[in-house]
C-alpha cells in the first residue's frame, strides 16, 4: 500500500512541475512576442529585429529588410488593434504560439508563430498566416 501512494504522490510532484515549467515556457513565449509587438508600435524595426530567431536573421540581412516585409506582408502585426494568444502547441518538435489579431479595420488574423529557444531567449522563428481575414462582428 506504500509504495502505491508513493507512486502517486510521485506521480502528481511530475504533473505539477510539469505543468509549472509548462507555464512558465509560455509565459516567456508571450512575452517575447508582446515585447516584438511594443517595438512595432513606434516603429523601432531595429529593436523588433532582434526578437527574431537567428536564422530569420540571416534570411532578411537588416532591419531594413525586415520593416519592408512586416509592413507590407504583415500590417496586422506591425499596428494591432488587439492580440489574443490563444494555445502554444507542439508540432513535430517545435513549439507554436497561435495568435489572434485584430487590425485598425476590424479585421481579424490567426497567425501561428514558430518559436525556438536560444540562448538569448526565446526567438521567433517564423509567421504563418492561418486564415484569410474575417470581419469581427
Do not use: C
Amino acid at each position: 500500500m506504500r509504495g502505491v501512494f508513493v507512486s502517486v504522490i510521485f506521480g502528481l510532484v511530475v504533473t505539477v512541475l510539469t505543468a509549472v515549467g509548462a507555464t512558465a515556457q509560455q509565459a516567456e513565449i508571450k512575452g517575447t512576442i508582446d515585447q516584438q509587438f511594443e517595438a512595432f508600435k513606434v516603429d523601432d524595426f531595429e529593436g523588433a529585429f532582434e526578437f527574431a530567431s537567428p536564422n530569420l536573421k540571416q534570411m532578411f540581412q537588416s532591419p531594413e529588410n525586415f520593416r519592408r516585409m512586416i509592413t507590407t506582408g504583415y500590417p496586422m502585426v506591425w499596428r494591432p488593434a488587439e492580440v489574443r494568444y490563444l494555445e502554444l502547441r507542439e508540432v513535430g518538435g517545435s513549439l507554436w504560439q497561435k495568435v489572434q489579431i485584430t487590425d485598425t479595420k476590424g479585421y481579424t488574423h490567426l497567425l501561428d508563430y514558430q518559436m525556438v529557444e536560444t540562448a538569448d531567449g526565446w526567438r521567433i522563428a517564423s509567421v504563418q498566416m492561418l486564415n484569410a481575414p474575417a470581419v469581427s462582428a
